[in-house]
């Protein structure tokens, strides 16, 4: 009798872990549309342009998702969120994935029950001043006025930093990162902390971008990537393997301008990845070809990462260790097999 019903709890909670992971990736599709949190307008990574179509970056990743559900990258609703706002809104449902140059953190998956799927962006905090300061390293920053986001690591990185060298500052934290950017020009501060690529990003929306540096020094790890909430691995694994797709698809030459070549190739690599050999995007809840989606949608991730942040931009930021691992950078993605 107990070996009976020791089998019949265990098909029940076999069931269970089958049935569960469906919710997310269900509820996508009945409403037609994926419900993406993005930044309140950063340029080049999520931001309206003159139209107001969302663009950038992190923008790429929900269009690129909606793609690979939909075969269509405009059923996204983007909802701006501020960074206090951005973990509470995905933990409520108010959107079903947050890609919002958010940092991956111990505290933010143990204790918010998050979970970050991928890393499209390697970065790490910085400073910017302004030019006729002369300042050439982070060190020279002692006794400085110091705006800083709140709600962001950059907080607890800037006072660890400023005490680990002997410096002392003046931190004023503000709600926004424009709140940084007018609070800087007003004069309140003479420095503006937060992860360098936002750097490059605020010092565009300056009335003279030129008079304004972003300073070598890096002074923290910031890994950046979507978030979704905990307990849902089918949609997990759908966020995490759209990423490693835009990935693996610049690592073996399938970007937009050959992926008629891509779905002719006999490589067995090339197949497995546009889905013309094993049916990996059925497993995850879509079809065969959900990278070719994606990559037409947006394009591999090089074109992404160069068309929104790289040379291709306004931002003009080298693409550094986000370039690929065979090409010297640590940009790398699990294989499709």
């Known amino acids: 009798m107990k070996t009976i019903l020791a089998l019949l709890a265990g098909a029940t909670l076999a069931l269970a872990a089958t049935a569960a992971p469906a919710q997310t990736l269900k509820s996508v599709k009945d409403r037609g549309e994926l419900v993406c949190g ?21 923008v790429d990743v929900c269009r690129g998702l909606a793609a690979a559900i939909f075969n269509d990258p405009n059923k996204v609703k983007f909802v701006p969120l501020s960074a206090d706002e951005r973990f509470p809104a995905l933990s409520k449902g108010d959107v079903d994935v947050l890609s919002r140059n958010s940092t991956w953190t111990l505290e933010r998956e143990a204790k918010l029950g998050l979970l970050f799927t991928a890393i499209n962006y390697y970065d790490g905090q910085g400073f910017l001043v302004r030019d006729a300061r002369k300042v050439t390293s982070a060190l020279e920053l002692d006794k400085s006025k110091v705006c800083v ?3 962001t690591t950059a907080e607890d990185n800037t006072r660890d930093y400023f005490a680990t060298n002997g410096m002392t500052l003046e931190l004023i934290t503000l709600p926004t990162s424009g709140d940084l950017v007018k609070a800087y020009e007003e004069g309140k501060c ?18 003279k971008p030129g008079d304004h540096i972003v300073l070598p020094d890096v002074i923290s790890k910031e890994p950046l990537g979507p ?20 990935i693996n698809a610049e690592e073996l030459g399938v970007a937009t301008t050959t992926i008629d070549a891509a779905l002719a190739s006999k490589k067995p690599e090339v197949r497995r990845l546009v889905g013309t050999d094993g049916n990996f995007g059925e497993q995850l809840g879509v079809t065969k070809d959900f990278v070719v989606r994606i990559v037409k949608a947006v394009g591999n991730y090089g074109e992404s990462f160069e068309r929104n942040v790289g040379a291709a931009s306004k931002l003009g930021i080298p693409r550094g260790i986000n370039q690929l691992w065979s090409m010297g950078g640590i940009q790398y993605a699990p294989p499709v097999r």
Do not use: C, E
């Open 38 to 58: 993005v930044s309140k307008g950063l340029p080049g990574f999520s931001a309206p342009d003159a139209s107001g179509k969302w663009t950038g970056f992190d």
């Open 149 to 151: 986001q709140a709600g």
């Open 227 to 246: 978030v979704v909430r905990q307990g849902d691995d089918q949609w997990f694994n759908l966020v995490k393997w759209s990423v490693f797709g835009m």
């Open 190 to 207: 003479d420095t503006i902390t937060t992860d360098v690529s936002q750097l490059y990003a605020l010092r565009l929306t300056m009335a």
